[in-house]
């Protein structure tokens, strides 16, 4: 055994016979007073230089903290959602930071409320006013169920959604109102449906082209006054591009979706434009953007695709995360 004397500790014994340096406890019967709360430090009255430099800081909040939130549906009924949620403000150089919890607060508040665009704008106007901010943005993200129907075989089920509502309120007082929402659907590529045909009719080859599951992702900023639904935008996807994932499939359904695939071939060019289409004629959107993935089957790669609407000031077309579309 060595004779090196022990080094000292704080928290733990090096003696059983006698007690730590430091005693650690947890009372658990301690309820703070209103007095002992006026007496904790607050480090937002320190009079210390924030670290770095005092440059303004465009967004600082918090992200994926999450609640249960109601939201109504198009048919008016209302639908309770788990909810992943992004809050942030801008901080002016003069700031040293906000209370995060504050942000929290702003929703657990209205838990119970429904929430709608109205019900954003107020959370962020509460934002701006209790950390003197001149710009708050929110961005609620959850899986938003709608029921599909069989394409032959008369079933239902649920097809689950990704989508965003987004408010945000900019330093000229004006609150921008937005959604975002992804469609997955089945391209089958036209190139090689052509192929497959000139095999079987120049060599008589049994061929099958290739397809893929693909994904749209389109970001709307609604008119003033105006409101559109999460089932609306699938609609408009749907109508689109004919192919959706399908949920229920007996062999009839099976072979109605291959049917479809063969009538509605598509590039990825094809995919951006025909929903372009769609949402341009839609008096109620005053901005959009596109982006489409097709998870190619012929290539270790991807097709990709982004289109805008062209608003001044507006969305850029400059989406490059594809890796967020694979799906």
């Known amino acids: 055994m060595s004779t090196k004397d022990k080094s000292k500790m704080y928290l733990h014994k090096t003696d059983p016979d006698q007690d730590a340096a430091i005693q650690r406890s947890y009372d658990d019967a301690f309820r703070p007073s209103e007095g002992y709360r006026e007496s904790m430090p607050d480090i937002m009255d320190s009079v210390e230089a924030a670290h770095g430099d005092p440059a303004p800081i465009q967004q600082v909040g918090v992200s994926n903290f999450r609640l249960p939130l109601k939201f109504r549906r198009r048919d008016g009924t209302v639908l309770e959602l788990e909810t992943s949620v992004i809050g942030t403000v801008s901080l002016e150089a003069s700031l040293k930071g906000i209370n995060m919890s504050r942000i929290m607060r702003s929703f657990y508040e209205r ?142 359904d099976e072979q109605a979706f291959a049917e479809l695939n063969g009538v509605y071939i598509k590039f990825v060019e094809d995919a951006v434009r025909a929903i372009f289409r769609r949402l341009n004629e839609e008096p109620r959107i005053a901005d959009f953007q596109i982006a489409c993935s097709h998870l190619e ?25 594809f890796n967020d579309l694979v799906c």
């Open 111 to 252: 838990k119970d409320e429904l929430f709608t665009h109205e019900t954003v704008q107020s959370v962020l106007e509460g934002f701006r006013e209790r950390v003197e901010s001149l710009d708050a943005r929110v961005l609620l993200k959850f899986n938003y169920p709608i029921i599909q129907g069989s394409l032959r075989s008369g079933l239902n089920g649920y097809q689950y959604y990704q989508a965003s509502m987004e408010g945000q309120i900019g330093r000229d007082g004006v609150y921008r109102r937005g959604l975002v929402f992804d469609f997955v659907y089945s391209s089958a590529c036209p190139c090689s449906a052509e192929l497959a045909e000139h095999a079987r009719d120049t060599r008589d080859a049994y061929s099958i082209p290739h397809s893929q599951r693909s994904k749209a992702r389109i970001w709307v900023t609604l008119a003033d006054d105006c409101d559109v639904s999460f089932e609306e935008l699938q609609e408009h996807c749907q109508k689109a591009l004919k192919t959706e994932t399908q949920v229920m499939v007996k062999r009839e």
């Open 297 to 321: 089957s012929l290539h270790s790669h991807d097709a990709v695709s982004v289109i805008c609407k062209g608003v001044e000031g507006g969305f850029r077309g400059d989406f490059t995360d």
